[in-house]
């Protein structure tokens, strides 16, 4: 119980944010207060520390890598080409939004495509002069295929780097087994999405107000080599992962290699167009704080019994057969990723599938179904993921405002369907792959 309390006042806390307090200070008072009393030793904080640091430094490092892309002009000129794309044509310009959405999660993190797309959206929109329907439709699409869509790559999730450094994944084999569930989850999330909100899209929209995408690029030099670093970047995840290279390294030199590039730091400076400073001040370091600290009181959580019961019920899922445990692994860690918030949700499954004692196939399936519970399951609520909670912040600084029960009544319709679709497919693919 005094375990199970720190956890809430932590949680709430974080949430909360007390006198401009961040995320990261709050959770390590949680974690302060539980070695205080107990619930975690010293020792548990190399454990966890161990855990979470390769994640941590590699999302960090994404989203240097976003802002200054971002900063560069690099998101809107792509933002820009799929508005021409869709030719005026509303019910071809939803779709689009959706997949430039699905694209910049898969590479940039889920963070990165829901704060970084939703701006640049929310300002096409209104040169379109679209009504606050039909730019909600768009809006929640944007919030929502952040994560639907964050699976098919370790760095696409934080969620995903833990899970694969907790379970020695490599970078290959998580591609192998997850793009596929990805496609399958963002054609769901194509389909429910337009169920809910097609009817508000407009039919034509007027090509003449849009600027040129050309008029988005700011640094040319970062611009021009965006792509071949993306490409190099890709390749150096897949070359690495069987030399036991950590993501963090890999990313951390493209995200240094790019600040150069923007700082012009080969001239002393001269000649950069972008803020270096302003991006490493946007940079999440709070997170760093954060996982550390929010992991070790969840770890305490795990010590005082919620680890156990999380393992009788993977045992009696794995009775069931193995289509009825890849279900039920991502639904139950869907819903306490909805309450407890997706970061915490992850270890407490991670820590109950090592601990459980189920065939290999079963684990691996419950493996991949804890990271798609924990990535797509946090939709359900606001405070399911912390993304969420600043994507609706983002939002009402533009002048959208999104009620908790306007958001769960919209995630509880678009979420279920779309996890159970990633969750059938995982079922069915992996088994028919080789072992890993």
Do not use: C
């Not at 779309?418 to 693919?429: E, I, K, N, P, R």
Request: charged share 10%.
């Amino acid at each position: 119980m005094l375990a199970l309390a720190i956890f809430v006042v932590t949680l709430v806390l974080v949430i909360w944010q007390p006198r401009g307090l961040g995320i990261g200070w709050t959770a390590l008072g949680g974690a302060l207060v539980a070695l205080l009393f107990g619930v975690v030793q010293w020792p548990d904080v190399i454990v966890v520390w161990n855990i979470v640091w390769d994640a941590t430094f590699t999302f960090v490092a994404l989203i240097v890598i976003s802002l200054i892309l971002d900063e560069a002009g690099f998101f809107t000129w792509a933002a820009l080409h799929v508005a021409r794309w869709g030719r005026g044509r509303g019910h071809l310009l939803f779709p689009l939004i959706v997949v430039l959405g699905a694209f910049i999660a898969a590479f940039f993190a889920n963070d990165g495509a829901a704060l970084l797309l939703t701006p640049i959206v929310i300002a096409i929109l209104l040169r379109l002069k679209f009504s606050p329907p039909a730019a909600l439709a768009f809006i929640i699409a944007t919030g929502f295929v952040a994560d639907t869509t964050s699976l098919p790559l370790v760095i696409s999730n934080l969620v995903n780097i833990v899970s694969a450094n907790y379970f020695g994944i490599g970078f290959g084999r998580y591609a192998e087994v997850m793009v596929p569930v990805n496609l399958a989850s963002l054609a769901a999330t194509l389909l429910v999405l337009w169920i809910a909100f097609g009817r508000r899209v407009p039919a034509r929209y007027p090509l003449v107000e849009l600027d040129a995408p050309q008029t988005a690029i700011r640094d040319r030099l970062v611009f021009r080599a965006a792509f071949p670093l993306l490409a190099v970047l890709l390749l150096a995840y897949f070359v690495t992962a069987p030399l036991a290279i950590p993501i963090s390294f890999v990313t951390g030199a493209a995200a240094v290699l790019l600040l150069a590039l923007a700082g012009r730091w080969w001239q002393g400076g001269r000649g950069a167009v972008i803020s270096v400073s302003s991006a490493l001040k946007g940079a999440p370091w709070q997170i760093v704080l954060f996982s550390i600290g929010m992991y070790l009181v969840v770890y305490g959580l795990g010590n005082a019994g919620l680890t156990a019961y999380g393992v009788q019920a993977l045992h009696w899922l794995a009775q069931q057969g193995d289509f009825i445990a890849t279900l039920g692994t991502g639904f139950l860690a869907a819903i306490v990723a909805s309450i407890m918030n997706n970061m915490p949700s992850t270890l407490v499954g991670a820590l109950a599938i090592d601990q459980a004692d189920v065939p290999a196939v079963t684990r691996e399936l419950m493996v991949y179904a804890n990271v798609i519970g924990n990535d797509l399951g946090p939709k359900f609520t606001p405070i399911g993921s912390l993304a969420t909670l600043l994507w609706l912040h983002v939002l009402a600084d533009k002048g959208y405002r999104i009620g908790w029960g306007q958001y769960m009544k919209i995630g509880l319709l678009i979420t279920p369907p779309v996890l159970l679709a990633a969750l059938m497919t995982l079922a069915l693919w992996l088994p028919a792959l080789p072992p890993a």
